[in-house]
């Protein structure tokens, strides 16, 4: 399969344009990366395991109401992809009026995608999918996937702020979380001050790249060039007005309410007591930005590992038992990961759509 590039003018495939054939007939065996991600999955449940025993784990999930998980959770899963695409759309309108149908199932794709390949190639794949669908530059829609990732990351730590500070930064239990927070926050804003430098003086930011590619071939100083500037399409969202609103109210109700609820479920589930309402809602708040750093690191496919290790170095702080957290962490990872990988086969096998044409 090839996607073209309607700004080259021709029918033939755009450089960088990102298609899955390509991407998937990687060699993952002789790739380093996949293999520093399976590193710190190990690396990651053996600091969850070690020391705690397999039988207490079972009898944790044993008393857990999976009914009661399920039912808050898989709903909570379906509206986050549901509002995620609603939100996609006021970061793809400035390149290019996009269906909230084709933007929901290219999410949905990509999801489906992280939880089974790794190097979290599913960004690219639903780049690639929504571009072809929409007759659009595949490094435009992926300047919006890097955007979207940028819009993630401050929300989920302004939100883990907001809780901290609820609960009392000083606290035993918080103090290493703040500090964590701190520490992460310049790593954060760095990619959005990037982004927005490129939306702002992209003719600055390409000379700079060509200052720094001069020792490479011409070829690919220019190639760079082009994916730079199309990609530079995908960033018109920052340009101000109603968007940059419904994209604020979006990641917000995303995070606050639909990224929210599963956790929330988990503790119900477990019968955790985590003290009153309000701070339960805190920690969860606390729980899902540990979360959401986690999964932003290198990892085997699906996030298994680093996903474990958030829930326990965040639980067992605010007094949960190791075992509980462990089997927590399994459960609400499990229904999280089957959930979105059996809503993007769903989503292919609604339009046709098979693993085979993603593999070429």
């Avoid at 530059?137 to 989920?156: N, Y």
């Avoid at 901290?164 to 103090?175: D, F, I, K, P, R």
């Avoid at 927070?181 to 990037?194: D, K, M, R, S």
């Amino acid at each position: 399969m090839t996607t073209s590039d309607p700004s080259s003018g021709s029918g033939q495939p755009s450089a960088g344009s990102g298609e899955p054939a390509a991407v998937f007939r990687h060699h993952w065996l002789r790739d380093w990366r996949v293999w520093l991600g399976v590193a710190i999955s190990v690396v990651c449940l053996w600091l969850v395991m070690r020391g705690i025993p397999i039988a207490e784990v079972a009898a944790a999930m044993e008393r857990a109401d999976l009914p009661l998980l399920l039912a808050l959770s898989v709903p909570a899963y379906v509206a986050n992809v549901v509002v995620r695409a609603l939100r996609w759309r006021h970061l793809t309108n400035p390149i290019a009026p996009i269906s909230r149908a084709t933007l929901f199932r290219g999410a949905s794709i990509g999801f489906m995608v992280n939880n089974l390949a790794p190097l979290r190639i599913g960004e690219l794949v639903r780049s690639w999918y929504v571009a072809r669908e929409s007759s659009t530059s595949t490094s435009a829609i992926l300047g919006t996937v890097v955007l979207e990732r940028v819009v993630d990351v401050v929300t989920v730590l302004a939100i883990a702020a907001v809780a901290l500070a609820w609960l009392g930064v000083e606290s035993e239990e918080t103090g290493l979380l703040r500090e964590g927070a701190i520490l992460t926050i310049p790593v954060a804003l760095a990619p959005l001050f990037a982004l927005l430098a490129l939306r702002l003086a992209p003719d600055r930011v390409i000379a700079i790249v060509h200052f720094f590619a001069r020792p490479f071939p011409e070829g690919m100083g220019h190639t760079l060039e082009s994916a730079l500037r199309r990609f530079a399409e995908g960033l018109g969202a920052l340009s101000g007005g109603s968007h940059l609103f419904w994209i604020f109210f979006y990641s917000l109700l995303i995070w606050l309410v639909f990224s929210t609820l599963p956790l929330l479920a988990g503790t119900l589930a477990f019968g955790l007591d985590l003290g009153p309402p309000g701070r339960t809602l805190m920690t969860c708040w606390i729980l899902l930005a540990a979360v959401g750093v986690a999964v932003a690191l290198p990892s085997a496919p699906g996030f298994f590992g680093p996903y474990q290790l958030a829930f326990q170095a965040v639980l067992e702080r605010f007094g949960v038992e190791p075992a509980t957290a462990l089997a927590l962490g399994l459960l609400v990872w499990f229904v999280f990961w089957a959930t979105l990988t059996l809503l993007g086969l769903i989503v292919m096998r609604s339009r046709g759509v098979r693993l085979d044409d993603l593999a070429g």
